[in-house]
């Protein structure tokens, strides 16, 4: 048997982190019922065992498809090869539904982050930016800003 490092995957292996899965099979049960540690490896090790199942499947679905990225199509394909029918409704609703929930981050892209800036930080860091792309203009030579220009006083 191979050494173990992460729940019932060899150290090369991918596997599913501890603590989430461990709080996903708490929040299932009943508030009384306790799950043994052995009993909560074992189902950890259940759940990636049947992710690399479905993933295989995909795979190959995806691959008589002559396609190179597995697509969600692909996912339910293979449940429906594998005997898993039964839940391609509810994974095609969980999908939907992460679409409707992911719609406005996937459009503002790395910089859906920024909302949660304060306008002084925001100003901070923009100026910031502004000062880094004159740097880079200038070659590295730092120029410094012009001044506003002075109003004329002499009316």
């Not at 002559?66 to 996912?75: G, S």
């Not at 925001?122 to 730092?142: D, K, S, V």
Request: aromatic share 6%; proline share 5%.
């Amino acid at each position: 048997m191979e050494p173990m490092d992460i729940v019932g995957r060899a150290k090369e292996d991918a596997s599913l982190p501890k603590a989430t899965m461990t709080k996903i099979i708490k929040e299932m049960l009943p508030p009384d019922v306790r799950v043994a540690r052995d009993c909560q490896d074992l189902l950890i090790e259940c759940c990636v065992e049947f992710i690399n199942l479905i993933s295989s499947e995909s795979n190959e679905v995806c691959n008589k498809e002559d396609k190179r990225t597995i697509a969600p199509e692909h996912v339910l394909k293979a449940l429906e090869v594998l005997g898993f029918g039964e839940y391609i409704e509810e994974v095609y609703a969980a999908y939907e539904q992460h679409k409707f929930e992911t719609m406005d981050s996937v459009r503002g892209g790395k910089w859906s982050n920024v909302v949660e800036m304060t306008e002084e930080e925001a100003l901070a860091a923009q100026q910031r930016m502004f000062a880094e792309a004159r740097a880079r203009m200038n070659n590295g030579i730092t120029v410094p800003k012009q001044s506003e220009p002075e109003q004329n006083t002499n009316s």
